[in-house]
C-alpha cells in the first residue's frame, strides 16, 4: 500500500517538493497522513513478525522439554551376569537418538552389584564437569581424568572438587533384566531427582566430603 | 662427492615439490585406535605390565616374566588364566573386559604371544627337567623346614636381608607365586632357580620337585594374616580435625 | 599501449558512474593520522582482520569436505588428513590461523589498553572490541566441537555441566545448547550452525563496524604523558594533531600493518607446515573411558581456574565469574573515558594488565602439565627406578608391587614419573615417620582418599616397609624422637612409667 502510494507521488515531483518544503513550514495537517501511513507500515511489519517469530520461537525452544519425556527404560542386560561385590563398565545405547548419532549414542555406566537384588547404577560422568570417571577395581576408587575427582567404592566424593558424589541411575529388575531410567546426560540441573531415586544403601554412604572413612 | 650430494639433495627436492611430506603432513598410523584395536604388544605390554614386572621383564618389583626359565615353565593357558581373572592370594589384578578389566581377548592373545616371541628361549633347561609349575605332591611342614634351613637360609636368614619367612609378605604372595620363583629363579635380582642354590650362578644340587613343594609348604605355615593384623593404628585419630 | 590505457579507463569509469565508491574510498584511504601512530604497535588490529579473512577462506574451503554430521564428522576429518591431497594443510591453517587469532586479539586488546585507545571519543569502538573479543572465542569453542573427537565431545559436557549450574533454567539451558538431552546429532548440527553462520556473521558485521569507526574517529594519537584527554577539548585537540602534524593513512602507516599481516600469515603458514594440525583426537564414542579430555589452547586457563576452585565456591564462581569479567572488560572506557593515557602515568592500568597476563600465562602453563589430574595409566605403565629396589627385601618389593597395583602411582610419582596430584615420594621417609605413613595411608585425608577399607593389614605394612625405604643416600629417614625417647627412659625405670 505504501508502495503504491509513493509511486503516485513520484509522478508528481513538483508536488512532492513542494510538500516536502511545506512539512517544515507547514502545519501537520499534509505531513500526518505520510507519517501514519508510515507508522502503520513499521505496525503491520511488527505485527507480522510477530507472528512469524511465534513459531520460530517454538522451533528453537523444541529441545527444551521435561526431563522425563526423554527418558525412558533401558536393558542393561542379565542381571546375574554382573558378580556380587563388583563393579563393572557397561555400554548401552542411549534411548533418545537421531540415525546420524554414530557413535555419540553409546553411553556407559557402572554397574555395582551389592546383594542379590541390590544395585547402584553410577553415571561415568563426574560430579564436577561432567569427564569420564574410571573406575579401578584394585583401589576400590573411581577417578576422574580431567581435574581429579575421586570417588569411593560407593559413589561417595572421595577427593578433588567435586561437591558430590557421583550421579546415579534408578534402576528396577524386571524379566531378569538390569533396567535403568536413562536417556539423559547427567548434570546438576537434572540428577537432584536422580539422586533421590537410587537405594538407600548408597545414600547412606555418600556422606560429602569428609574423606575420614578409614 | 657428487652422488652423495645428489643423494642429498633429490629428497629435499621432491620433499618440496610433493609437499605432502612436509613435516606436519598427518600419516594414517597416527589416527588414534580404539583402545580395544590396538594390539601392538610394546604398547599393550608398557601401559598394563610393565609398572610391576619391569621395563623388558625385568627388574619389576613382580615376577620378572622376561625370565627365559619362567616362559619355558608357564603355559599359554595358565598365562592367560592369571593375566585375565588375576591371580588369587596376589596383587595380580583381572585384566580381561569379562573380569571388569580394560583388555579384550585379542588383545591377551597379543601380549601371550608377545611375550614368548621376545623372552621364549629354546631348550633353556639345557635338559634338565624342571618340578612341574602346578604343584603336584602333597608337601610336609617338616621336611620343607630342614630343606629350607639347609638350601634357602644362607641367603635369607642374613640380618635384614631377604627374609622371606615374613608372614606379612607370605600373606600377600600365593604358594604358586612361592613355587614358581622358587623354580624360575629370578636372574635380575639374583634368585637362583631350582637347579642352582648358589645365586652366582655355579652349579648346585638340584632342589627336587618333593623339595620344592615341602619349602612351599613350610612357607604357608609361617604365613598367619592375624599376626600381620595385631599392628595397630599408632597414631590416636583425634589428632584429626 | 595508449589505446588500452584509454579503454582501460573507460571500463572503471563505467563501473565508477555507477558504484560511486572512489571518494569515500579515497577519504578512507587518504585520511590523516596523527605521525607517530603510523608505528609497529598499531598493526595488531588489522593484523587480526587479515587472520579472520584467512580463517573465512580456509572455512569454506573446510567446509567443501567436512561433513556436518556426528556420524561422520571424525571420518571426514580423517579424510582431510589422510586421503584429500593436502586437506592436512587447510585444516592445519585453519587450527594454527585460529590460535594466531586469539593470539593477535588479545595482544591487539592489550595495546589498546595500555595506549588508553578506549578513551573518549573511542568508548564504542572498544565495547564493540569486547564484543569481537567473545566472538573470537565463540569461534575458537565452536570450532574445538566441530573437530568432532573425544575431547570436543568431553568439552561440550564440560559446557554442560557450567551450564546446568545455572539456578531454575540450567535444565532448559543444556537442552537448548545441545539441542536434545545428551551430546549427540543435534548438537553437532547446531554448533556447525553457530561456527559457520551465526557467530562468523556477527564477527564479520561487527567487525565492519569496528573499522568504521577506527576510520570516522581517526587513530589513537601516541600517549604522551600530561596531554589528557577532555571530553569537552579532545576532538579539536586531535583534529589540530592531524592537520599540522598528519600524514596519509595511505602509504604512511599502512605499509607497516601490510608487512605484518603478510608476517603473520606467513607464520601460520610455516607453523601448519611444521607442526600440522591438531587431531582428530580418538572417536567421539563416549563409551570409551580410556580418555584424558583437554580443551584447546584458548580454554586452557579455565581449565586449570576450575580444578583449583574449592568444592564450596565452585558454583558461585563458575557464575558470576564470567560476569564480572565481561562487564569490567565494558566498563573500562566508561569508567576511564578522560584523563591520561599514557602507561607512564597509569599505574594501576599497568598492574592489572600484568597481573591477568602473568595469571594467565601461569595458568595456561599449570594446564599443560594438569598436575592436579591423576595419571590414569601410571599405576600400570611407569616402572619404578632400578636402583630404588636394587636392595630391596621380598617384603619391600611386594610393598612396591602394592603402591602401583592400588593406583598410589597415579598420584604420587617416583622417579619423576607418575602423577603429582599428591607429593612426589622419592624422599617420603625424610618426611614421615613409618607410622604417620601408616596413618596416612589408612585415613588420607587433605586430598587423599582413606585406604583403609581397601588395604589388608599386611598390604599396608608391606606398603610401609616399600616406603620407609625412599630416602636418599646419606640422609636418614625420619623417626619419633619422643618415642626414642620414652624406650631410653623405659630401661633404666624397669618398664615401670608406661601407661
Known amino acids: ?214 | 662427492m657428487r652422488a652423495g650430494a645428489i643423494a642429498l639433495a633429490l629428497p629435499l627436492v621432491f620433499a618440496l615439490a610433493g609437499c605432502g611430506r612436509l613435516p606436519g603432513s598427518k600419516a594414517e598410523a597416527d589416527s588414534p585406535a580404539r583402545p580395544e584395536d590396538v594390539l601392538d604388544f610394546h604398547t599393550l605390554y608398557n601401559t598394563n605390565c610393565q609398572a610391576c614386572h619391569g621395563a623388558d621383564g625385568h627388574n619389576g618389583p613382580a615376577m620378572e616374566l622376561g625370565n627365559p626359565e619362567y616362559q619355558a615353565l608357564v603355559d599359554d593357558a595358565t598365562l592367560r588364566k592369571w593375566i585375565s581373572g588375576g591371580m588369587p592370594g596376589t596383587e595380580m589384578p583381572a585384566f580381561a573386559q569379562s573380569a571388569g578389566g580394560m583388555l579384550t581377548d585379542a588383545q591377551i592373545t597379543a601380549i601371550i604371544a608377545g611375550m614368548r616371541k621376545e623372552w621364549s628361549k629354546p631348550n633353556v633347561f639345557a635338559g634338565a627337567a624342571p618340578p612341574p609349575y602346578a604343584q603336584d605332591q602333597t608337601g610336609d611342614v617338616q621336611r620343607g623346614q630342614q630343606t629350607y634351613q639347609a638350601r634357602c637360609a644362607s641367603c635369607h636368614e642374613k640380618p635384614s636381608r631377604q627374609q622371606v619367612t615374613s608372614p606379612a609378605y607370605l600373606t600377600l604372595v600365593g604358594d604358586q607365586a612361592l613355587r614358581t620363583i622358587i623354580i624360575a629363579g629370578r636372574s635380575d635380582i639374583g634368585q637362583p632357580d631350582w637347579a642352582h642354590d648358589n645365586p652366582k650362578g655355579a652349579p648346585g644340587a638340584s632342589l627336587s620337585a618333593q623339595d620344592v613343594t615341602d619349602i612351599v609348604t613350610y612357607l604357608g605355615s609361617l604365613r598367619s594374616p592375624a599376626a600381620v593384623s595385631a599392628a595397630p593404628l599408632p597414631i590416636s585419630p583425634r589428632r584429626r580435625p | 599501449m595508449p589505446g588500452m590505457k584509454q579503454t582501460g579507463k573507460r571500463i572503471y569509469d563505467w563501473f565508477e558512474q555507477r558504484l560511486q565508491v572512489e571518494d569515500p574510498i579515497k577519504d578512507a584511504v587518504l585520511h590523516k593520522v596523527p605521525r607517530n601512530t603510523a608505528s609497529w604497535w598499531y598493526v595488531f588490529g588489522s593484523a587480526a582482520f587479515t587472520l579472520l579473512m584467512l580463517q573465512i577462506v580456509t572455512g569454506i574451503l573446510l567446509a567443501l569436505v567436512y561433513v556436518p554430521s556426528a556420524a561422520e564428522a571424525w571420518n571426514s576429518l580423517n579424510i582431510l588428513n589422510h586421503q584429500v591431497p593436502l586437506g592436512w594443510f587447510l585444516r592445519a591453517v585453519h587450527g594454527w590461523g585460529s590460535n594466531f587469532m586469539v593470539a593477535v586479539v588479545f595482544i591487539h586488546m592489550a595495546q589498546v589498553f595500555l595506549f588508553g585507545a578506549y578513551k573518549f571519543p573511542r568508548e564504542l569502538t572498544w565495547t564493540v572490541g569486547v564484543f569481537l573479543l567473545l566472538m573470537t572465542l565463540g569461534m575458537a569453542f565452536t570450532g574445538q566441537v566441530l573437530r568432532f573427537d573425544q575431547d570436543a565431545y568431553w568439552g561440550l559436557g564440560i559446557g554442560v555441566f557450567i551450564l546446568s549450574r545455572v539456578p531454575w533454567m540450567g535444565g532448559g539451558l543444556v537442552h537448548l545448547l545441545l539441542g536434545g538431552p545428551t551430546i549427540a546429532g543435534a548438537t553437532l548440527s547446531r554448533f556447525f550452525a553457530l561456527h559457520v553462520f551465526v557467530i562468523p556473521g556477527t564477527l564479520l558485521f561487527l567487525a565492519l563496524v569496528h573499522v568504521w569507526m577506527v576510520i570516522k574517529l581517526g587513530i589513537n594519537e601516541w600517549p604522551m604523558p600530561g596531554r589528557l584527554v577532555r571530553k569537552s577539548t579532545y576532538i579539536a585537540e586531535y583534529n589540530q594533531l592531524t592537520h599540522e602534524d598528519g600524514i596519509p593513512f595511505v602509504p604512511g602507516a599502512f605499509w607497516k600493518d601490510l608487512i605484518f599481516s603478510a608476517a603473520v600469515l606467513a607464520a601460520v603458514g610455516v607453523c601448519a607446515a611444521v607442526f600440522g594440525p591438531s587431531g582428530p583426537g580418538g572417536q567421539p564414542d563416549p563409551s570409551i573411558t580410556q580418555t584424558v579430555p583437554k580443551p584447546d589452547f584458548p580454554f586452557l586457563w579455565i581449565y586449570a581456574v576450575l580444578s583449583y576452585l574449592p568444592p564450596s565456591m565452585e558454583t558461585p564462581f563458575i557464575l558470576i565469574a564470567p560476569i564480572v569479567m565481561i562487564a569490567g572488560l565494558l566498563a573500562v572506557p566508561f569508567v576511564a573515558s578522560e584523563g591520561e593515557k599514557s602507561w607512564h602515568r597509569r599505574p594501576v592500568a599497568v598492574l592489572a594488565l600484568a597481573t591477568i597476563a602473568v595469571g594467565w600465562g601461569v595458568f595456561t602453563h599449570l594446564a599443560m602439565s594438569t598436575p592436579w589430574s591423576p595419571h590414569m595409566s601410571a599405576w600400570s605403565a611407569d616402572t619404578l627406578p632400578v636402583e630404588y629396589l636394587r636392595e630391596a627385601t621380598p617384603l619391600v618389593r611386594q610393598g612396591a608391587v602394592i603402591f602401583q597395583a592400588k593406583q598410589c602411582r597415579n598420584c604420587h610419582s617416583i622417579g619423576g614419573h607418575g602423577g603429582e596430584r599428591g607429593p612426589a615420594l622419592d624422599a617420603v621417609a625424610t618426611r614421615m615417620t613409618p607410622d604417620q605413613m601408616r596413618y596416612k595411608v589408612v585415613t588420607g585425608g587433605g586430598n587423599m582418599p582413606a585406604y583403609g577399607k581397601n588395604l589388608s593389614p599386611a598390604e599396608i605394612e608391606a606398603l610401609v616397609s616399600f616406603l620407609e625405604t625412599l630416602h636418599p643416600k646419606g640422609e636418614p629417614p625420619a623417626f619419633d624422637a619422643s618415642q626414642q625417647a620414652a624406650q631410653s627412659n623405659a630401661v633404666p625405670a624397669g618398664g615401670s612409667n608406661t601407661p
Open chain 1, 1 to 214: 500500500m505504501s508502495d503504491q502510494n509513493d509511486s503516485q507521488q513520484r509522478t508528481e515531483p513538483d508536488i512532492e517538493t513542494a510538500s516536502e518544503q511545506a512539512s517544515d513550514r507547514e502545519g501537520p495537517a499534509v505531513v500526518s497522513r505520510r507519517w501514519l501511513l508510515l507508522k502503520a507500515g513499521i505496525a503491520l511489519n511488527g505485527l507480522v513478525g510477530l507472528a512469524l517469530a511465534v513459531p520460530v520461537v517454538r522451533y528453537l525452544l523444541a529441545p527444551v522439554r521435561k526431563d522425563s519425556s526423554y527418558k525412558s527404560w533401558v536393558s542393561l542386560g542379565d542381571a546375574n551376569s554382573f558378580p556380587v561385590g563388583e563393579t563393572r563398565l557397561v555400554s548401552f545405547k542411549n534411548p533418545w537418538t537421531q540415525p546420524w548419532d554414530g557413535q555419540t549414542d553409546n553411553v556407559a555406566a557402572y554397574v555395582r552389584r551389592e546383594g542379590a537384588s541390590q544395585f547402584t547404577v553410577f553415571a561415568i560422568n563426574c560430579a564436577h564437569l561432567g569427564c569420564p570417571v574410571r573406575w579401578f577395581p584394585q583401589s576400590q576408587l573411581f577417578m576422574c581424568p580431567c581435574h581429579g575427582g575421586v570417588y569411593y567404592a560407593d559413589g561417595s566424593r572421595a577427593s578433588g572438587p567435586p561437591e558430590r558424589g557421583l550421579f546415579t541411575y534408578d534402576y528396577k529388575i524386571a524379566g531378569g533384566q538390569l533396567q535403568i531410567d536413562a536417556g539423559q546426560m547427567p548434570s546438576l540441573s537434572n540428577t537432584a531427582k536422580l539422586v533421590n531415586i537410587s537405594s538407600p544403601a548408597t545414600n547412606s554412604g555418600r556422606n560429602g566430603d569428609c574423606g575420614c572413612r578409614g
